[in-house]
């Protein structure tokens, strides 16, 4: 058991809300009609425009387990002071603005709060909202709080009632660790559940990376509902029978790649035949890439049983079959430049042309070059004998060749 949740110390909950703040952002974007968008730490936690041109800001408050708020709760105060900014910036009653606190809390029940729930009773007899803000604030002692309620009064009664009409509290909302979920079952359906947690993390990977540079000001521009299903839908096409999620594109290898000194054997190969280092770092790269999709794709169980073997049955009798074309006027005392020039036509057709053929893709839609470049060279590597070549006298000396590159 850890200690952090007797930890008086602990940050947990506020590095949580840090974290919560782009998960809830994802959550409501799907919610909300693709028409809407959303900027982060602009006016407020989250900046919510629709298409007539209403702006919500909303404070997210992710709070401990158990947690209340209360009248005098300097969650709320501290959102309404924010409200009050924006409020009087905006030419007040003229304003646009709604704003809505979305909390994990529960409003307690005796708080005057409650009437700001979106399902508050409507024929309950209440003292105005401006009066029951003005008497709770009255009661604060609070060196935070009390600013806020001068603030506050500097608003005629007209204006008063006005700003607190636009307010909603969502209590009860869900914890950091239930939108996944709460995403994967609204907003999924039409995905098949066994690649639910899949996409949803390519999804949140994607998005992570959208509110980075939102962060940074890398984009300055909001961010529509229908990116997010303009992206979802990508990222669900990719998990169809005919298809394979892609999510090796532009990686490298987190060591040095070295063209003129790796021992693997397809890398020997290549260099057996003349190859040059800046095409042999590519051939690589795409082995590296096939590699880790390869078992990425193996890791979420998306290959039906004996797939891959096939696969690599069907490059090898199309490379076999272009051999036979290429050797075909080859002999015994063929001369070593000739030797050498039709090891290089083959693997030519191999990393340039056979992308052209669509039989020797995995599935149907998977085009992704290094998918079949990096599977010729995955073959390449096989030991003790590689399954493919290139040179036509390498399997005569292998044994050799690769005594030398150790």
Known sequence: MTESSS????????GLGYIYQGR???????????SNSILIEKDDDLDFMD??????????????????????STDFWKSVRIWLARYNRDDRSESNLRFFL???????????????????????????????????????KSKLIE???????????????????????????????DVPGIIKDQHMRSIR???????????EGWWNDVVINLLSGKRAEPVFGYEISDKLSAFAEEYKSDNLPITYRGKEPTGEIDPENDPRLFVVQL????????????????????????????????????????????????????KDVIFEDLDEESADAV??????????????????????????????SYVLRGGFHILANARPLPRIYWHPRFLNRVGELLGASQ
């Open 7 to 14: 930890n008086p110390y602990s940050a947990g909950e506020q």
């Open 24 to 34: 809830f952002a994802l959550l409501k974007l799907l919610q909300l009609p693709e």
């Open 51 to 72: 298409q007539g041109g209403i702006k919500t800001l909303a404070s997210l408050k992710h709070k401990a387990v158990g947690d209340r708020l209360s009248d005098l």
């Open 102 to 140: 979305f909390t994990t809390d529960a409003v307690a029940d005796n708080s005057f709060l409650r009437h700001f729930l979106p399902d508050a009773p409507k024929d309950e007899e209440i003292t105005s909202l401006s009066t029951l803000a003005e008497e709770t604030l009255a009661k604060s």
């Open 147 to 177: 600013p806020i309620g001068q603030e506050f009064n500097k608003l005629n009664d007209g204006e008063k009632e006005d700003f607190l009409s636009r307010i909603v509290i969502f209590h009860n909302g869900p914890r950091i660790v």
């Open 193 to 203: 559940r066994e690649f639910r947690t899949a996409v949803f993390e390519r999804l």
């Open 271 to 322: 260099r057996e035949i003349g190859v040059a280092s800046n095409r042999i770092r590519n051939a690589i790269l795409d082995y590296y890439r096939a590699f880790e999709q390869r078992s990425a794709w193996a890791r979420e169980n998306l290959l039906v049983g004996g797939e891959m073997e096939e696969y690599e049955d069907r490059l090898i009798d199309e490379w076999g079959r272009y």
């Open 339 to 368: 030797l050498l020039e039709a090891g290089k036509a083959l693997y030519r057709w191999a990393d340039l042309e056979s992308g052209n053929i669509s039989t020797l893709r995995i599935r149907e839609r998977v085009t992704e």
